[in-house]
């Protein structure tokens, strides 16, 4: 999608520090980091939310969680925890209308959140 922040970023059209690439998605730190260590792990298909997915993107969607542990596994921070967050919508805090998996981790992280 042409106006979509996280499609210019994976064109490269917006520079991102990039940490884990494949075909399918990208994984790259957040500009605003929230935790110590705060990666967004996206699709390169352009889907605009969880309202949006379909059963065709239940394999690309699991991909999202491997990346996610491997990039955790090579952060070191895998054994003492982290949280992967999918927000939804206005209500739930989604402000890019790119699918992103949201990875936290290097502190302990409170819950619920708010
Ligand atoms: P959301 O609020 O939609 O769940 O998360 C969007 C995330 O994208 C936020 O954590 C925000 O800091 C991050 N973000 C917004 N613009 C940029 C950008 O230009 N580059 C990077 N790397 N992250 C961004
Ligand atoms: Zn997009």
Request: charged content about 20%; aromatic content about 8%.
């Amino acid at each position: 999608m042409s106006d979509c922040l996280f499609c210019k970023i994976i064109n490269g059209d917006i520079p991102a520090k990039k940490i884990h690439e494949t075909p399918e998605l990208l994984v790259f730190h957040d500009i605003a980091p929230k935790a110590p260590f705060h990666a967004l792990v996206i699709p390169k298909k352009h889907i605009t939310s969880l309202n949006e997915l379909t059963v065709d993107d239940e394999k690309l969607i699991g991909s999202l969680f491997t990346a996610a542990k491997k990039v955790a596994a090579d952060g070191a921070f895998a054994e003492k925890g982290y949280r992967v967050v999918f927000n939804c919508g206005a209500d739930g805090g989604q402000t890019v209308g790119h699918l992103h998996m949201h990875l936290l981790g290097g502190r302990s992280l409170e819950w619920p959140p708010g």
